[in-house]
């Protein structure tokens, strides 16, 4: 495993890992814990002048925790108060480092758009809808994206994100024969998966405020995570039925009566688990892979956790030419409004330490000169 820690700032530093401002340039010994419960010790490196603290891991899937131990030169003073508080710190990471976009169907409902372009590539205002489920993973600083799509599709993708290197990320890309379910992008993505925990995002999905979501990334240990929103017409949707502690006590896929208001939107948290249930599903009448019934499967073993989203949350499905309209004009008022962009994948993995000033800099002088190249370089100049 390679892995380098770059730490800017003492200000953000103290914040994240308390580290002193003095010890900027010591060495040090880090413990890694990986999901399988092996350590290991890779030397690192403080750096000073840096703006962002990143973490950079090869050969693993994800990381668990991380303890630290200081070893080398540094100031005295600085040194012992390092190594008294050190021993005790066991900085837990994100233990979500791989997400899926599900960019395929035939996009039926948003005929004739998709008639030659694919749902997902449809502009949201000013952006394709693709970089509003992609700027949801990156906020969350999911790094190993695999985005599933049609045959004839996947080109187009490729030409927009490219490998994500741009991003601090990389994408994958894998092909959807037929549309058979949800559920079915877990099958299609067996090789990327690899035994690690994973999101699933569907690619017509809008969300605003999705720092809410950090907590459940983050916190992420074992089993399934789905979320819950409160709608009108929650017959559309698959439909959850919670107690007041948040026990999950129905979960029905478009009921014509539903027990509640509150839906599943499209982004989903499984464990390694997660391939090898979806095996065990049997196509529905609809002859597809649902994905609720996915989720039944944690239900009845108990592992299964609803996180409702809060008011001042925004979720927007954009599958059908009304609700696309409907995205565009919140999306367009929402930005004129407050001056910022929602589902800028540039600004997204800017700010979460994906790609540093440099990069988005180069980023930006690639771009033509337009509304969307001046806000980046207002976002490049202010964070």
């Not at 508080?85 to 004739?112: C, D, E, V």
């Not at 994408?171 to 299609?188: C, V, W």
């Not at 696309?324 to 910022?340: C, D, M, P, W, Y």
Request: hydrophobic share 40%.
């Amino acid at each position: 495993m390679l892995l380098a820690l770059f730490v800017g700032k003492p200000s953000l530093t103290n914040q994240f890992l308390g580290f002193p401002p003095m010890l900027q340039g010591s060495a040090f010994r880090a413990t890694l814990v990986l999901p399988n419960g092996v350590s290991q010790r890779p030397n690192l490196f403080l750096l000073p002048g840096l703006h962002t603290i990143k973490l950079i891991a090869e050969a693993a899937s994800s990381i668990t925790r991380i303890g630290f131990r200081l070893g080398g030169r540094g100031h005295p003073r600085e040194l012992a108060q390092f190594r008294k508080h050190a021993l005790k710190w066991n900085l837990p990471m994100a233990t979500i480092q791989k997400g899926i976009i599900l960019a395929g169907g035939a996009g039926s409902r948003l005929y004739p758009l998709t008639a030659i372009v694919s749902k997902q590539l449809q502009p949201v205002y000013d952006k394709p809808m693709i970089y509003y489920p992609l700027s949801t993973f990156l906020e969350n600083r999911i790094s190993h994206i695999c985005l599933i799509s049609t045959g004839d599709q996947l080109p187009l993708f490729e030409k927009i994100l490219g490998d994500g290197s741009h991003l601090g990320i990389t994408i994958e890309y894998r092909e959807q024969p037929r549309p058979e379910g949800i559920a079915q992008a877990f099958l299609i993505a067996e090789s990327f998966i690899q035994g690690a925990p994973v999101a699933l995002a569907l690619g017509d999905n809008i969300f605003h405020s999705s720092a809410c979501f950090a907590p459940s990334f983050h916190d992420f240990k074992q089993g399934a995570t789905i979320f819950a929103y409160q709608v009108h017409n929650p017959e559309r949707y698959g439909v959850v039925e919670f107690s007041p502690t948040g026990e999950i006590l129905s979960l029905e896929e478009k009921p014509a009566r539903p027990k509640s208001n509150y839906v599943v939107p499209g982004l989903y948290l499984y464990d390694a688990n997660v391939v090898a249930f979806v095996k065990q599903l049997r196509p529905s009448a609809r002859k597809e892979l649902e994905i609720t019934d996915l989720n039944l499967i944690y239900l009845r073993r108990k592992a299964l956790r609803v996180v409702a989203l809060p008011r001042g949350f925004a979720w927007l499905d954009a599958g059908t030419s009304s609700s696309l309209h409907e995205a565009s004009s919140f999306v367009q008022t929402l930005e004129k409004r407050q001056g910022i962009k929602i589902g800028c994948p540039e600004e997204a993995a800017y700010r979460a330490g994906l790609i540093d000033k440099g990069q988005i800099q180069q980023l930006i002088q690639r771009m033509p000169d337009c509304e969307y190249r001046d806000y980046l370089e207002r976002v490049a100049v202010e964070a």
